[in-house]
C-alpha cells in the first residue's frame, strides 16, 4: 500500500545548498497543478528547505486565468513568488494546515480565502517503475537536455501533456523542476468560500503560469527544483538576511 504520510509528513529542514554551483534551490513535495471541471486550478508547494528557508504555499487559477499565491512562511520573496509572483494578480499571505487522513489522502485548508480540498495520490504499476528508476539516476543527469526532455516525454505519456520542467519563469530565472517520484490525483474534491469546484479533469491544453506549462492534470511530486541566480548581489543579501532571522 502506497504510505505518503511518514515520508512526507515530517518537520521543515533547515537552510542548505543547491546542488549545483550558481543556483538557488528549493526541495519538498507538492502538487504540480490539479485541474478541475469548473476551470479552476490548484497547486500546492511545501518547501521544507532552500536557501532562506522552509514555506508552505497554495496556488489559485481562477477560470478567467487569473493566478494567485498564498504564502505560509516569513516572506513572499524568499517563496514561491520569488519565480512566478510576475505573473499572477495576488501574493499574498495566508494560514495553511495539512492534514494527513489516511497514508495517501491529504487535507488542505486555507483560512483566506476559504479553501477546503482533499485528494488521495495513486502509485500505478507504470508509475512505481518509473519512481523506482529515478530514485537510482544521478542528479546529474538533469544537467542534461535530452534528460530533461526524455523525462518529459515519459510525463507526456503518463497524460500531463506538455509538460516543461526545464524553462524561464516569470521572474527570469532559468529553472530546471526534478521531480524524483511522482504520483497521479485522480480521486480529489474542493471548495472555495463554500463553492465546489466540482470533479478533477485532464485538460486538452496545460495551463501555465506566465509561459510555463503545468501538467494537464492532477500530480503530487516529490524533488527538488533548482533557479539560476538572477541577480548574485541581491541573492547574497537576501541569504544574509534569513540567515540572521534563523
Known sequence: MLDLRLDLGGNPG?????????????????????????GHVLGLRVVRDNDFGAYRTLWHRDPEGTWSIYVDGPRLDTACPRYYGAACNYTGFGRLDLEWLGPATLRVHLDSP???????ATQP????ILNVVNDAVPLSTWRFPAMVHSRERMARALGMGGLQLRGVMPSGHVGTLMPQRMYLINDTAATLNGMDLGPPTRLRDN????????????VLA????????????????TRAETSIRS
Open 207 to 218: 495551463p501555465t503560469i506566465g509561459d510555463f506549462p503545468l501538467p494537464a492534470r492532477g
Open 14 to 38: 533547515t537552510p542548505g545548498q543547491a546542488p549545483w554551483p550558481g543556483h538557488e534551490y528549493a526541495k519538498g513535495w507538492g502538487v504540480f497543478a490539479q485541474p478541475f471541471a469548473t
Open 125 to 128: 504499476p507504470l508509475v512505481r
Open 222 to 237: 516529490v524533488g527538488q527544483g533548482v533557479w539560476e541566480i538572477l541577480d548574485p548581489r541581491e541573492y547574497d543579501l
Open 114 to 120: 476559504d479553501l477546503d480540498w482533499i485528494l488521495t
